[in-house]
């Protein structure tokens, strides 16, 4: 088992920048890929950013704003966020998988084992 604590979530105005965390513990020895994963009122939940070994995967919308990080001695997952948008608003997740997967469906939600309970994010215009 797995366990993943977001933090850092907050209100920000467009254009400003926020910093997710994300704490691993628990079995964290089988982990494949780390993503971040949102998900708006009424919307699907979409995949943001991912990380396997040591590639990282975007969604286009985020690409050149967005970096996903880990500190694997400190099990920690990060996500900077800077020229926030308001379509930017939603929950994000912290999620985690065993399985490998291909580049095409690293950001599907579908094979993530383990998620956390997740952090909001609002931007205001």
């Known amino acids: 088992q797995v366990q993943l604590v977001e933090s850092g979530g907050g209100s920000v105005q467009a254009g400003g920048s926020l910093k997710l965390s994300c704490a691993a513990s628990?079995?964290?020895?089988?982990?494949?890929?780390l993503a971040w994963f949102r998900q708006a009122p009424g919307k699907e939940r979409e995949g943001v950013a991912a990380?396997?070994?040591?590639?990282?995967y975007y969604r286009d919308s985020v690409k050149g704003r967005f970096t996903i990080s880990q500190d694997k001695a400190k099990n920690m997952l990060y996500l900077q966020m800077n020229t926030l948008k308001p379509e930017d608003t939603a929950m994000y997740y912290c999620?985690?998988?065993?399985?490998?997967?291909?580049?095409?469906?690293?950001?599907?939600?579908?094979?993530?084992?383990?998620w956390g309970q997740g952090t909001q994010v609002t931007v205001s215009s």
């Open positions: 628990g079995d964290t020895s089988s982990t494949y890929c």
């Open positions: 990380i396997c070994s040591a590639n990282t």
């Open positions: 999620s985690s998988r065993t399985s490998v997967v291909s580049v095409l469906q690293v950001l599907l939600p579908n094979g993530y084992n383990y």
